[in-house]
């Protein structure tokens, strides 16, 4: 999982509580008890994610969570939906969650991929979750059953929640492989914002979104189909440049107007850089860091630039 470095300054809104342990004792007297109290406050090694999102801020609610859907998103990443009951449990686009798992000792951590506004009106989030030897992923691809129940708690200071009364902002979205997941969420988001400033729902003034997304190949590109999906709903807003590094098959017509072979280059992002513009970074440490010190050079403000690494 990532691990968060947050700008102060980016967004408005940044609040949040640290879990207490009173309403630790309360979520434990759930009909999730059968999670340990040891594996809510501490995982086993100090590279799991508690020990590297220690001082991140959380909220205090922990929710029970059904799984109702799995899905396939690539041939090494699963997608949950999960059914979230209480209706105290938010997240804003581009946060984690800590995620419980009953008989599991090793806590989770995922990015949701999902926009705020699905948990709003149908009380679902989604999570992809790439296969590795740590436990909670091993549990996702390898036991996790339509029905299962879990425990989320949200986390993090990456994310993007505009205020009615903000200045418009166009984004620029970097990822790299899985970092792909918060940055779908704040996509998603703004797609939400740009439909409701139509329908007049919303006063905030969206701006324009660019994502940048590489991955090894077309196959590890997920959610290719719901990104084109919102590039051809808002044309004059949302738009993509996807980048394959080892693409070894041929690239299906739908998809070709919009890969480039190889990585994102400084060049692309030095195109985008300007006053009213934020960027968000997501993907291998690498990454995240030659694009966070390249964005510095170009004398983007600090406070513009947010970036999360994932591990």
């Known amino acids: 999982m990532a691990h968060a470095v947050f700008v102060p300054g980016l967004s408005r809104g940044t609040t949040g509580a640290i879990f207490t342990q009173a309403a630790l004792w309360r979520w434990t007297a759930s009909p999730l008890c059968h999670l340990s109290l040891s594996s809510i406050m501490k995982s086993k090694r100090k590279t799991d994610h508690l020990e590297r999102t220690a001082s991140a801020l959380r909220r205090e609610v922990v929710a029970a969570a059904k799984v109702c859907e799995i899905a396939h998103e690539s041939p090494t990443v699963k997608s949950l939906r999960l059914l979230v009951a209480d209706k105290d449990f938010s997240f804003k686009a581009g946060q984690w969650v800590?995620?419980?798992?009953?008989g599991v000792s090793v806590v989770g951590g995922f990015s949701i991929c999902s926009s705020p506004q699905l948990l709003q009106q149908e009380r679902i989030i989604e999570l992809a979750v790439k296969y590795t030897?740590?436990?909670?992923a091993v549990w996702v691809h390898n036991k996790c059953t339509l029905g299962s129940e879990v425990a989320l708690r949200v986390g993090g200071e990456f994310f993007f929640d505009p205020q009615p009364t903000d200045a418009p902002r166009n984004l620029v979205l970097i990822a790299g492989g899985v970092g792909i997941n918060p940055l779908l969420s704040i996509l998603r988001h703004s797609a939400d914002l740009h439909r409701d400033q139509a329908n007049k729902r919303s006063s905030y003034e969206t701006g324009?979104?660019?994502l940048f997304y590489s991955a090894k190949n077309t196959s590890e590109l997920l959610f290719k189909k719901n990104i084109l999906d919102l590039v051809n709903e808002f044309p004059e807003k949302i738009t993509c440049s996807l980048h394959v590094t080892k693409q070894t098959t041929q690239i299906s017509a739908e998809l070709k107007p919009y890969i480039t072979e190889g990585r994102i280059t400084?060049?692309?992002i030095s195109e985008h850089v300007s006053a009213e513009t934020l960027f968000y970074i997501c993907g291998p440490p690498p990454m995240t860091d030659f694009f966070s010190k390249q964005l510095e050079d170009s004398h983007v403000p600090k406070e513009h630039i947010c970036f999360e690494k994932w591990w």
């Open 266 to 268: 400084e060049k692309e």
């Open 208 to 210: 324009t979104v660019k």
């Open 98 to 102: 800590d995620f419980f798992i009953p």
């Open 133 to 136: 030897n740590h436990p909670p």
